[in-house]
């Protein structure tokens, strides 16, 4: 049985009264587990997902599990994730061409999500404060193919100098006590003491503060907890009411088992019951809490900053963009029509960048744009996250691997076909899926896996 903290029963007895009891046992119940399609990649029913379970207010979401090493996983087909936590994506509710922020994004739940709802049209800016994780969130984000994100590694407060008004939704999935995973991650109740709520609602207010600022009028501010305390959560969203005269609640649509806000864990304020509550011993999925709140008022004046240096020293030289243009086009003619004024170069590295996104060169970046791949003497090799932007069914050059070649492949091996390909690089596909590039010389495949997304074992 789950140890809770005896500070933590007392705070529950006392504010869920008869329901406590039903709320402590079903901590150490077992929780039903899911997963989603990324709906960016072709149709792949030959994959055998499990899909006969839908999950019936998620798009494309499914109750069951996928293997972290199955090839739908490591293709960015599939994203595991805990069904409350897709709820909020869910709510998020992105439409395409819209520009989107996920200021505490790691390791990439939302953000798969929101990707897949733009299609490909808008702006996805991905942060993360801190810098391990952001390595996941872009691992993560990698391997779901979508071109039009941008990864930062930043403190929100620089967001709020740098991009100020500059975005339609801005996500909020606050760091918090985490209480709503104590079943899913014991190690959770080690952090939690009484005061923890208290010190996590300070840290939520200055995010937010800086959140706010990044957003346009007219646009709407998710913000989700995974915790029970209502210091994090009705109280977060009564204070933002107060302290942002401008700011309302959006009714959010609640399905079976879902709960509404609590007023009377904030200020009373009625308008609270248009947030939701997910508690474990009414609904399936990890303990959340969502709120979304649109931002009244017209465009305030921006201050526009000169172009930050960066921008400028990074134009793609004729030369190299003829070396982009003749490698890609070997292997698909989908780069065919794009300007050379939408590719930036750092370091040798090539990102797409479009002419449109806000200037994010006076920020920490993981990604500034679709990375494409490194310039190396006199040649171009692509990467990794290119390929698994490409669909091997449009005119893409590719080889198909079995699977036994598609472990070995990913293991980092060399491959040997049993016919000769056409020499150079080529997208690989296993079961028709696309993983990654190759490049073919004769009936070898060099091996390209960067080197952290090798299976170990
Ligand atoms: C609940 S997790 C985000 C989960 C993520 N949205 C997802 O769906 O996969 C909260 C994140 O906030 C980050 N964080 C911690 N302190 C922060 C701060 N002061 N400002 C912004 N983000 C912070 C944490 O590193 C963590 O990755």
């Given at each position: 049985m789950l140890k809770l903290p005896q500070d933590f029963i007392e705070k529950y007895q006392t504010l869920l009264g008869d329901e406590a009891e039903a709320f402590f046992k079903s901590l150490d119940e077992d929780v039903q587990k899911g997963f989603r399609i990324n709906s960016l990649k072709p149709h792949a029913d030959h994959l055998q997902i499990d899909t006969s379970h839908p999950i019936p207010f998620i798009k494309d979401g499914y109750y069951g599990t996928v293997s972290g090493r199955s090839l739908a996983h490591q293709a960015g087909y599939v994203y595991s994730q805990d069904i409350s936590a897709m709820y909020v994506g869910q709510v998020v509710d992105v439409q395409p061409?819209?520009?989107?922020?996920?200021?505490?994004a790691a390791p990439g739940?939302?953000?798969?999500?929101?990707?897949q709802q733009l299609n490909n049209q808008g702006l996805l800016v991905s942060n993360e404060i801190n810098h391990k994780r952001a390595s996941i969130l872009v691992e993560n984000l990698e391997r779901f193919g979508a071109k039009n994100v941008i990864i930062l590694n930043e403190d929100p407060s620089h967001l709020a100098q740098n991009l100020k008004q500059r975005f339609d939704k801005v996500v909020v999935d606050a760091p918090c006590s985490g209480e709503g995973m104590f079943r899913?991650?014991?190690?959770?109740i080690k952090y939690w003491h009484r005061d923890y709520p208290t010190e996590c609602a300070a840290r939520q207010r200055k995010i937010l503060a800086d959140a706010i600022q990044t957003l346009k009028p007219g646009g709407e501010l998710i913000y989700s907890t995974c915790t029970f305390s209502?210091?994090?959560d009705e109280q977060i969203v009564s204070w933002l009411l107060t302290t942002y005269p401008d700011l309302?609640?959006?009714?959010?649509?609640?399905?079976?088992?879902?709960?509404?806000?609590?007023?009377?864990?904030?200020?009373g304020n009625p308008e609270l019951t248009k947030t939701v509550r997910l508690m474990p011993h009414h609904f399936k999925g990890e303990g959340?809490?969502?709120a979304k709140l649109h931002l009244n008022g017209k465009p305030g004046k921006v201050k526009t900053k000169k172009k930050n240096k960066k921008q400028n020293q990074s134009q793609l030289t004729s030369d190299q963009f003829a070396l982009w243009q003749q490698t890609i086009n070997h292997i698909t003619d989908e780069w065919a029509d794009v300007k050379r004024s939408n590719f930036k170069v750092f370091n040798n590295h090539l990102y797409y960048f479009d002419r449109d996104w806000p200037d994010i060169f006076?920020?920490?970046?993981?990604?500034?744009?679709?990375?494409l791949g490194e310039f190396k003497k006199k040649r171009f090799e692509p990467s990794y996250n290119l390929a698994l932007t490409l669909n091997p069914d449009e005119g893409t050059a590719k080889v198909e691997l079995s699977l036994d070649q598609w472990e070995k492949y990913m293991h980092g091996e060399t491959v040997t076909l049993s016919n000769s390909a056409s020499n150079g690089w080529t997208l690989l596909t296993c079961e028709g899926v696309g993983f990654a590039f190759g490049k073919v010389v004769g009936t070898t495949v060099k091996n390209f896996i960067p080197k952290g997304l090798r299976f170990l074992n």
């Open positions: 061409g819209e520009t989107v922020l996920d200021l505490c739940g939302k953000s798969t999500h929101i990707a899913k991650d014991h190690s959770a209502p210091e994090e309302e609640l959006v009714e959010i649509p609640k399905f079976e088992g879902m709960d509404a806000g609590w007023p009377d864990f904030a200020d959340q809490f969502v006076a920020m920490k970046y993981m990604r500034p744009g679709l990375y």
